[in-house]
């Protein structure tokens, strides 16, 4: 099973609003990410854990708080997110014993109104 | 740190035509290399990786690539493409840690009828 899975599908929020994204994994991978990805570019990583410790933050927004709490689960809470925020966000696993390709979700489309 | 550079921003093919994708990176020390597909309002798909070997990698869908050290290059090729194979294409980078993907701006393939 090389599946990744992410719920919601789709979330319109204010920019008052607190949700969260979650994203679930069953391959017994150790590293899980989160990406942005805006139409027809290319996904930004945002989000690193190893071992279920945070270990790669590139310098986003404190709006954005990503949660770890077991190694199949990762969570992304937003609270306060303004409207370029908009957007397809992608979480992916990846083994770290070698080969190091990552399965990606299906992605939740935000929309920040 | 890596770059990808995807030259071609957008590739119309016509049905049964073949196909080349090309992608070249910057680093000279070793590294992991991928390509993934992306179908409309999807996740990532991976088609296929290089990590060591044969510089001739197959994958799915009939797609396979070639790797070229001295080019800095990995170009993806199919013979003959569906309407199906039309999506956006990310060729991507690991470093050999695996912590960090590095991805190209994407393609974006057209299959005309």
């Known amino acids: 099973d090389t599946e990744v899975t992410q719920t919601p599908k789709h979330l319109v929020m204010g920019m008052t609003n607190k949700k969260s994204l979650k994203c679930e994994q069953h391959m017994g991978h150790r590293a899980m990410y989160w990406y942005k990805q805006k139409a027809k570019k290319p996904p930004e990583l945002m989000f690193v854990y190893s071992y279920e410790k945070l270990s790669i933050n590139e310098s986003v927004p404190s709006r954005f708080s990503p949660e770890c709490p077991n190694s199949s689960l990762l969570n992304l809470h937003l609270h306060a997110l303004q409207p370029e925020d908009s957007a397809l966000y992608l979480c992916a696993s990846s083994s770290l014993a070698g080969g190091y390709e990552q399965y990606f979700g299906p992605g939740t489309r935000l929309t920040v109104t | 740190a890596q770059s990808v550079t995807q030259l071609d921003s957008q590739v119309p093919v016509f049905e049964e035509a073949p196909v080349e994708l090309r992608c070249n990176y910057s680093s000279s020390v070793s590294v992991y290399l991928f390509w993934y597909v992306q179908y409309p309002n999807q996740g990532l798909q991976l088609l296929l990786k290089y990590l060591s070997g044969s510089t001739l990698v197959k994958g799915i869908n009939g797609f396979e690539a070639e790797f070229n050290k001295s080019q800095t290059s990995f170009h993806l090729r199919k013979p003959s493409v569906h309407i199906s194979d039309t999506a956006e294409y990310f060729c991507?980078?690991?470093?050999?840690?695996?912590?960090?993907?590095?991805f190209g701006t994407g393609t974006s393939l057209t299959v005309i009828p």
């Open positions: 991507a980078v690991s470093d050999p840690t695996g912590n960090q993907f590095y």
